[in-house]
């Protein structure tokens, strides 16, 4: 009975961890969406209603905003860079001008469907509902961010042409300004000029000077772009995949990383071992993801060397297209102190070195992948943005 109770609560507190906060009656179901042309709305035009789920578990529509002296929507989205910039500046002006009587509120346009791995390099993070909530926590937004990435209905009336994209609507609800935050993307070097100018000058009574400036930024993935990704995807199960043999000596250079000017990430595996076998594709991911930067996965197995066939025909069924070696000896004590005297054995064991071989993370046993994609966005060589 101890142990029943025990293993309940080991399961409540796996549950509670795991659980996201969900919109009542709201299940994320991304579908395609026919094309059409996409006009952003005008000058003048009336604010078009909406029904949208937030990250924060309730629904919200235009009335919610009713007292407000003015309401700020952003399109923006977790994924591009530049949206990732301005971020902060979101933030800071959604907390000055709060006590002003404006409201402020965030809205993801992007189509989880449209985006492809290879469009993820900048982030941790896609653009599903699940997604919006974590970096909504990881930011503490404390403002509404809202998800309209099934149908699109609302971004399609508005119209934004890229994340970030800034809508400012005055009392009555008539579009005062539309465009960018300010002209500047590094954060640090400009404060939403722009849009405090046009804020200012609505809760003032006056026109604006400039209601509409051009946006820069990731396009807005609208769920009929589709056949990119398929694309990309055909693209990526034809490449060759190879199984090289490797020692000690190779295995030991791996590690120091002095050839490759790029942060390394190296796997320890085998086919007999069922997590690192589950946790393989993750790590392809991974290499779709930041490989067209400064980034490289390695996989090594630690299969017998007879077994190298096998091993090939696993490294092909998940599409190991990067670098992938076999270590030639059955001496895995060898593999071992080659790989990290530190390590204790057990497998899957991996690890993230800097060129000159400084390791920066390293885990023995399954990884969790949303943390280790924050430590490559996060360090130094990779960044969120340009």
């Known amino acids: 009975m101890v142990r029943l109770i025990v293993t309940l609560n080991i399961l409540l507190v796996l549950v509670s961890c795991t659980q996201q906060t969900v919109a009542p009656g709201f299940k994320p179901n991304p579908q395609q969406v026919a094309e059409r042309p996409v006009k952003t709305l005008d000058i003048g ?15 919200y529509t235009l009335a919610d905003f009713a007292d407000a002296k003015a309401l700020v929507i952003v399109f923006t989205c977790n994924h591009c860079p530049t949206a990732q910039a301005y971020e902060d500046r979101i933030k800071s002006v959604a907390a000055d001008y709060r006590s002003k009587g404006v409201a402020l509120v965030a809205i993801s346009p992007n189509s989880p469907l449209g985006l492809l791995y290879e469009e993820l390099g900048y982030t941790d993070l896609n653009d599903d509902y699940e997604a919006m909530q974590r970096r909504a926590q990881d930011k503490q937004f404390d403002f509404p961010y809202l998800y309209d990435g099934d149908t699109q209905e609302t971004s399609l009336q508005y119209g934004p042409v890229a994340t970030p994209h800034a809508f400012l609507f005055d009392g009555e609800r008539k579009l005062a ?5 300010d002209a500047t993307e590094k954060p640090g070097k ?14 003032s009574g006056t026109p604006v000077a400039n209601p509409v400036t051009k946006s820069f930024g990731c396009s807005t993935k609208w769920g009929w772009k589709l056949e990119y990704k398929d694309k990309a995807e055909q693209e990526w199960k034809y490449r060759p995949v190879v199984l090289d043999k490797i020692d000690t000596t190779g295995i030991r250079k791996l590690v120091k990383n002095e050839d490759s000017g790029k942060l390394r990430l190296i796997n320890v595996w085998a086919t007999w071992c069922g997590p690192c076998v589950m946790e393989f594709p993750d790590f392809i991911v991974l290499q779709r993801m930041y490989g067209a930067r400064d980034f490289e996965f390695i996989s090594v197995s630690a299969d017998k060397p007879d077994k190298a066939a096998k091993a090939l025909l696993f490294l092909q069924e ?3 297209y990067n670098k992938n070696y076999i270590f030639n000896s059955e001496d895995k004590y060898a593999l071992i102190e080659a790989i990290d005297p530190e390590w204790e054995g057990a ?5 993230l070195v800097e060129p000159g071989g400084k390791v920066v993370w390293k ?5 969790d992948f949303a943390k280790l994609k924050k430590v490559i966005v996060d360090h130094e060589m990779i960044g969120r943005y340009f």
Do not use: H, I, W
Request: charged share 20%.
């Open 318 to 320: 998940k599409y190991a």
């Open 363 to 367: 885990c023995m046993g399954t990884v």
């Open 190 to 203: 400009a404060n939403s000029e722009d849009l405090r100018a046009a804020l200012d000058a609505v809760l």
């Open 45 to 59: 035009a009336q604010a078009p209603d909406f029904k949208l789920p937030g990250v924060d578990g309730k629904f």
């Open 347 to 351: 497998l899957p064991y991996s690890m």
């Open 177 to 181: 300004y539309q465009g960018r935050l």
